[in-house]
């Protein structure tokens, strides 16, 4: 069984930064993506970040080059890394595991963290 658990987060004034992680247990996932989603209040969930078992990533337009996301393959952990936040970055981020992505797409994978709260205020 699948088990994907996050730790980080936080809150964090505009301008600073935060870091996220999760790791997965229950099978490998060294040869496919993981990423990062959030949702804030009202709204859909989005994509944030991807990156693939080789290291090749995929980051939201909204990023802008803000966040960095990273894996340890030998542990089945991720890693996002953000700065320069901004009160529109407020959400709760998801790990994901097993997402694909294309031009134009991303479909999540079938596992996902319990999800963390970021808070940034003005």
């Known amino acids: 069984q699948v088990s994907v658990v996050q730790l980080g987060g936080g809150a964090a004034q505009a301008g600073g930064s935060v870091s996220l992680s999760c790791e997965v247990s229950?099978?490998?996932?060294?040869?496919?993506?993981m990423g990062w989603f959030r949702q804030a209040p009202g709204k859909d969930r989005e994509f944030v970040a991807g990156?693939?078992?080789?290291?090749?990533?995929k980051y939201a337009e909204f990023v802008e080059g803000r966040f960095s996301a990273s894996r340890d393959n030998a542990w089945n952990r991720l890693y996002l890394q953000m700065k320069s936040l901004k009160p529109e970055d407020t959400a709760v981020y998801y790990c994901?595991?097993?997402?694909?992505w294309g031009t134009g797409w991303v479909r999540p994978g079938d596992y996902w963290g319990q999800g963390t709260q970021v808070t940034v205020s003005s």
């Open positions: 229950g099978r490998t996932f060294s040869w496919e993506a």
């Open positions: 990156i693939s078992g080789d290291g090749a990533s």
């Open positions: 994901n595991a097993g997402l694909t």
